[in-house]
């Protein structure tokens, strides 16, 4: 009886050919052929092996998996260019929409209804963006042939025909005016007048004011700022 | 006309042409197949595994740096997916549509060049024994073993693909094979 059997792993490298050292083969075919133990154990392996080689002949994948998995590629293809191009497109209409609908609010005509929106309507003064509001307001009260008496931190005080005075509360828009109506024009330079009253005064757009004027009267007014 | 080489076709599904992977699939689709079915031992999701390491590595071709066989890389991202496909498994529970591993259906294709059909059926149980038992071998010895000893590659393939050193592919080959052969003796196959 042999005692120092082939360890396993030599068996192993054998079958693999990795024994590559011709006199150590030779040895090892040599007590195989002695022992019966070793031999059998190198045919069970190599009979191990030889089923698993058997395997790779038997497990087969399926005939049409090519077809399903370029299917499945391009489904999975397409689905990514969507989901990369919707957002993009989405984002687009979004921006579109939106600056088509600031455009029609810019260049709508007063009073336009613009839908659920509140929209104030355009100023009917042609603003000088660049220039304050009190140069606008003497600007306008210039264009009419008004007379200014004071300006200050709070309003302008002037005076002007009463004929004149319908069409000067228009063009004076969302500006607050009080005003009151007299017979004779105050002179330039003169006190302002303490009594003003709110008698008559205008706080709303000045679209629709009208003053039945009546001739040789004139109107004394305050916008305030 | 000579088959166009792995490279090749990398090359035409890198400059836009899709349809060229299918070269690739019907190359690897066996091999693949096998090794994912021996480590979960159930059919279908084998199948959809396949398929999944095939569309990943679709994905992932643009990092293929041909410092190394196409054939390499491709087995690599298989043996990864394989791996990171068990521990997903195990930390959602995954349980195949299809049951469980003792009612896999799928059926042995035996080559009709061997004997009668009472030799294929003896041949079919042997090996479906077989089958059982390599999925029954711990991870780390099946995974070596199959690609060894039924795809037949090297040891160095084997050690580039799995991460590991040449000798403890080595070591790792020579105990599956050990307890492999130990069971089937058990069972009286061989």
Same mark, same amino acid.
């Given at each position: 009886?042999? *005692?120092?059997?082939?360890?396993? *792993?030599?068996?192993?490298?054998?079958?693999?050919?990795?024994?590559?050292?011709?006199?150590?083969?030779?040895?090892?075919?040599?007590?195989?052929?002695?022992?019966?133990?070793?031999?059998?154990?190198?045919?069970?392996?190599?009979?191990?092996?030889?089923?698993?080689?058997?395997?790779?002949?038997?497990?087969?994948?399926?005939?049409?998996?090519?077809? #399903?998995?370029?299917?499945?590629? #391009?489904?999975?293809?397409?689905?990514?260019?969507?989901?990369?191009?919707?957002?993009?497109?989405?984002?687009?209409?979004?921006?579109?929409?939106?600056?088509?609908?600031?455009?029609?609010?810019?260049?709508?005509?007063?009073?336009?209804?613009? @839908?659920?929106?509140?929209?104030?309507?355009?100023?009917?003064?042609?603003?000088?963006?660049?220039?304050?509001?009190? *140069?606008?307001?003497?600007?306008?009260?210039?264009?009419?042939?008004?007379?200014?008496?004071?300006?200050?931190?709070?309003?302008?005080?002037?005076?002007?025909?009463?004929?004149?005075?319908?069409?000067?509360?228009?063009?004076?828009?969302?500006?607050?005016?009080?005003?009151?109506?007299?017979?004779?024009?105050?002179?330039?330079?003169?006190?302002?007048?303490?009594?003003?009253? *709110?008698? @008559?005064?205008?706080?709303?757009?000045?679209?629709?004011?009208?003053?039945?004027?009546?001739?040789?009267?004139?109107?004394?007014?305050?916008?305030?700022? | 006309?000579?088959?166009?080489?792995?490279?090749?076709?990398?090359?035409?599904?890198?400059?836009?042409?899709?349809?060229?992977?299918?070269?690739?699939?019907?190359?690897?689709?066996?091999?693949?197949?096998?090794?994912?079915?021996?480590?979960?031992?159930?059919?279908?999701?084998?199948?959809?595994?396949?398929?999944?390491?095939?569309?990943?590595?679709?994905?992932?071709?643009?990092?293929?740096?041909?410092?190394?066989?196409?054939?390499?890389?491709?087995?690599?991202?298989?043996?990864?997916?394989?791996?990171?496909? =068990?521990?997903?498994?195990?930390?959602?529970?995954?349980?195949?549509?299809?049951?469980?591993?003792?009612?896999?259906?799928?059926?042995?294709?035996?080559?009709?060049?061997?004997?009668?059909?009472?030799?294929?059926?003896?041949?079919?149980?042997?090996?479906?024994?077989?089958?059982?038992?390599?999925?029954?071998?711990?991870?780390?010895?099946?995974?070596?073993?199959?690609?060894?000893?039924?795809?037949?590659?090297?040891?160095?393939?084997?050690?580039?693909?799995?991460?590991?050193?040449?000798?403890?592919?080595?070591? =790792?080959?020579? =105990?599956?094979?050990?307890?492999?052969?130990?069971?089937?003796?058990?069972?009286?196959?061989?």
């Amino acid at each position: 009886m042999i *005692e120092n059997h082939i360890p396993f *792993e030599k068996l192993s490298d054998f079958c693999d050919d990795e024994v590559i050292v011709q006199e150590e083969r030779k040895e090892l075919l040599e007590h195989m052929q002695k022992c019966h133990f070793c031999k059998s154990e190198f045919h069970q392996l190599q009979s191990m092996i030889s089923y698993c080689s058997d395997l790779r002949k038997t497990f087969i994948c399926a005939e049409d998996f090519v077809k #399903k998995t370029m299917a499945a590629i #391009k489904w999975r293809h397409r689905r990514r260019t969507l989901l990369t191009h919707v957002p993009v497109a989405a984002a687009s209409v979004v921006l579109i929409g939106g600056v088509a609908l600031f455009a029609s609010i810019i260049n709508a005509p007063a009073g336009h209804d613009t @839908g659920s929106f509140a929209i104030m309507p355009p100023s009917p003064l042609p603003l000088n963006t660049a220039a304050s509001d009190t *140069e606008n307001v003497v600007g306008i009260l210039s264009a009419n042939s008004a007379s200014i008496f004071k300006v200050s931190d709070l309003f302008i005080e002037g005076e002007i025909a009463a004929e004149r005075f319908a069409k000067l509360r228009r063009e004076l828009g969302f500006r607050k005016v009080f005003y009151r109506v007299g017979s004779r024009p105050k002179q330039q330079g003169a006190a302002a007048n303490p009594y003003l009253e *709110e008698v @008559g005064s205008v706080s709303g757009s000045g679209e629709q004011f009208s003053l039945p004027a009546r001739q040789g009267e004139y109107v004394h007014f305050r916008i305030f700022k | 006309m000579l088959p166009i080489d792995d490279i090749e076709v990398v090359d035409k599904v890198l400059s836009g042409d899709t349809e060229a992977f299918s070269l690739i699939v019907e190359r690897y689709r066996n091999m693949t197949f096998r090794y994912v079915y021996s480590r979960f031992n159930n059919y279908d999701e084998a199948m959809d595994i396949t398929q999944d390491i095939f569309i990943m590595s679709l994905e992932a071709l643009k990092s293929f740096r041909r410092e190394s066989k196409f054939s390499t890389w491709f087995y690599s991202i298989m043996v990864n997916y394989c791996k990171n496909y =068990r521990k997903k498994s195990k930390r959602y529970n995954v349980v195949p549509i299809s049951g469980g591993k003792d009612d896999d259906e799928y059926e042995l294709q035996i080559p009709d060049d061997r004997a009668g059909p009472e030799e294929n059926v003896i041949t079919n149980d042997s090996l479906r024994i077989v089958k059982d038992e390599i999925y029954r071998l711990p991870d780390d010895y099946k995974e070596v073993l199959v690609l060894r000893d039924i795809e037949g590659l090297s040891y160095n393939d084997i050690s580039e693909m799995v991460g590991i050193n040449l000798s403890n592919v080595k070591v =790792r080959i020579h =105990r599956g094979r050990e307890l492999l052969k130990n069971r089937l003796s058990e069972r009286g196959l061989i």
